[in-house]
C-alpha cells in the first residue's frame, strides 16, 4: 500500500454502518475497505504471522457481518471491530489449530514453493524469510507498540491517521512509536516498515471476505429455508435464501470494486488512462458479478 493510497482512504461512515446492518452488502464492502488495514494490522500485531493475521481478520469480519444488526450506535463500529478481532486473534492463538509457519524446516520451505508454480522458488523463500523476519521484530516489540508500528507504517507513517484508526491519542501514538524505536535499531524497524507496506492487505483479501460471507451463506440459508418448510411455502422459502446466497456476496463484491475505483479515479488522469480506467472498471464488475452468482450457486449443486 502506498502512502498516497493512505490519504486517500476514505473513512468509516456512519450511513454505511446503517444500511449494512439493514442487509446492504455494498455498505458492508465499503466498510470492509475502509477498515482493511486497521483489522489486520491488529491482527497481524497479535498473531505475527501474515497469512493467519489475514485468516483472523477475515473471520472477525464475518463475525461482525452476522452480529452487526444488534450494534446498537453505528459510530461504535470501529471500536467494536478492533475489540472482536482482538477476541478472535487471542483465541485463535490459545487454540491448537496454529499451523506455526515460522517453525517450517527449509526443505518444507522448498517443497511448499515448488507445489505453488505461481512464484519461483527463490522468489517464495525470500517472501518466506521476509515473512519471518517481520515477525521477530515484532516479537521483540513492547506488547503495547505493536498494533501502533503496524498501523503506522501501513497508513503512510500518519500519527494522525494511527490515532483516528486506533482511538488514542496522537501524543500516545507517538510514545509508542518512541518505545518501540527504543527497542529495535533503527535499520531492522525501517526494514520491518517496508515488509508492513509489501503485506498489506490487498484486494485479493477484500475478495476473500466476501467468499467468506458467501460460504456462510448457504448453510444459514438452508437453516432458514427448512424452518419456514415446516411453517409452509418451502419453495418460495428456498428460492428466497437462494436469491440472497446471491445477492449478498454480489453485493459485497461489487461494492468492494466501486469503492477501489472510485479511490483511484480521485487521482487526475488523463483522457487516454480514463477511458482505459473505465473499460477495466467495467470488467472488474462483470467479473465481480460473474463470481458472486457462481460461488453460492456452486454450493446448491452440491449433494
Known amino acids: 500500500m ?4 493512505s490519504a486517500v482512504r476514505a473513512p468509516v461512515k456512519e450511513t454505511d454502518v446503517l444500511a449494512a446492518a439493514s442487509g446492504d452488502a455494498h455498505a458492508f464492502g465499503r466498510l470492509v475497505e475502509a477498515s482493511k488495514s486497521t483489522v489486520c494490522s491488529i491482527s497481524l500485531a497479535i498473531v505475527r504471522n501474515v497469512g493467519e493475521s489475514e485468516d483472523v481478520a477475515q473471520e472477525a469480519y464475518l463475525e461482525a457481518w452476522k452480529g452487526l444488526a444488534r450494534l446498537k450506535n453505528p459510530a ?22 496454529r499451523r506455526r509457519r515460522r517453525d517450517l524446516s527449509v526443505e518444507e520451505e522448498i517443497l511448499e514453493s515448488v507445489v505453488d508454480p505461481s512464484p519461483s522458488v527463490a522468489e517464495a523463500l525470500e517472501t518466506r524469510e521476509a515473512d519471518h523476519r517481520l515477525a521477530r521484530v515484532l516479537d521483540e516489540l513492547p506488547d503495547e507498540a505493536r498494533e501502533v508500528i503496524t498501523l ?17 491519542s496522537e501524543a500516545a501514538v507517538r510514545q509508542r512509536l518512541t518505545r518501540a524505536r527504543r527497542a529495535i535499531r533503527e535499520e531492522l524497524l525501517e526494514k520491518a516498515g517496508e515488509d508492513l507496506v509489501r503485506t498489506a492487505p490487498s484486494p485479493v483479501f477484500s475478495a476473500g471476505v466476501a467468499a467468506a ?62 477511458e482505459g480506467f473505465r473499460r477495466l472498471r467495467w470488467t472488474s464488475l462483470v467479473f465481480f458479478v460473474l463470481i458472486g452468482v457462481t ?9
Open 2 to 5: 502506498s502512502s498516497l493510497a
Open 76 to 97: 461504535s463500529f470501529l471500536p467494536w471491530l478492533r475489540q472482536l478481532t482482538r477476541h478472535r486473534a487471542r483465541n485463535f492463538l490459545r487454540s491448537q489449530r
Open 152 to 168: 503506522f507504517y501501513r497508513e503512510g507513517q500518519s500519527t494522525r491517521q494511527v490515532s483516528e484508526l486506533l482511538g488514542l
Open 213 to 274: 460471507v458467501s460460504a456462510a451463506l448457504p448453510a444459514a440459508s438452508a437453516l432458514g429455508a427448512s424452518a419456514s418448510a415446516k411453517v409452509g411455502g418451502s419453495l418460495a422459502a428456498k428460492a428466497g435464501a437462494l436469491l440472497a446466497s446471491i445477492l449478498v456476496p454480489t453485493g459485497l463484491l461489487v461494492g468492494i470494486n466501486e469503492f477501489n475505483f472510485r479511490r483511484i479515479a480521485a487521482g487526475s488522469l488523463d483522457e487516454e488512462e480514463a
Open 295 to 303: 460461488f453460492p450457486l456452486s454450493f446448491q449443486l452440491v449433494p
